[in-house]
């Protein structure tokens, strides 16, 4: 069974910065489409960043780009949200997520996406 395990969570000031981390098996990190997604209360889940499987494509949600920087590390079977001058509409809950196939032409919908992590909370206040 594929786990993603997202570490990284809490809080924050507005400009500061915190840097997420989703542990996952090495097939996985070395083979599948993968990103970050977020859910803030009463609203839909968006996609933010996403990152193909050799990691030479990346993807931005238009809300944190120049901000957010996702990569990918097959040393440490990791991948990582490095999240820099946050706001407070950045408050949600983030999720991991992970693919196989990559058949999506879309990598910033849910729909693109398998297996998904249980998530973690970033609060960004004023």
């Known amino acids: 069974q594929v786990q993603l395990v997202e570490s990284g969570g809490g809080s924050v000031q507005a400009g500061g910065s915190l840097r997420l981390s989703c542990a996952a098996s090495?097939?996985?990190?070395?083979?599948?489409?993968m990103g970050w997604f977020r859910q803030a209360p009463g609203k839909e889940r968006e996609g933010v960043a996403a990152?193909?499987?050799?990691?030479?494509?990346?993807y931005y949600a238009d809300s944190v780009k120049g901000r957010f920087t996702i990569s990918r590390d097959s040393a440490t079977n990791t991948l990582s949200l490095q999240m820099d001058t946050l706001k407070p509409e950045d408050t949600a809950m983030y999720y991991c997520?992970?693919?196989?196939?990559?058949?999506?032409?879309?990598?910033?919908?849910?729909?693109?996406?398998?297996?998904w992590g249980q998530g973690t909370q970033i609060i960004v206040s004023s």
């Open positions: 997520a992970a693919d196989l196939s990559c058949r999506s032409r879309n990598l910033l919908v849910s729909a693109a996406y398998t297996f």
């Open positions: 090495a097939v996985i990190i070395r083979n599948s489409c």
């Open positions: 990152i193909s499987p050799g990691g030479a494509d990346t």
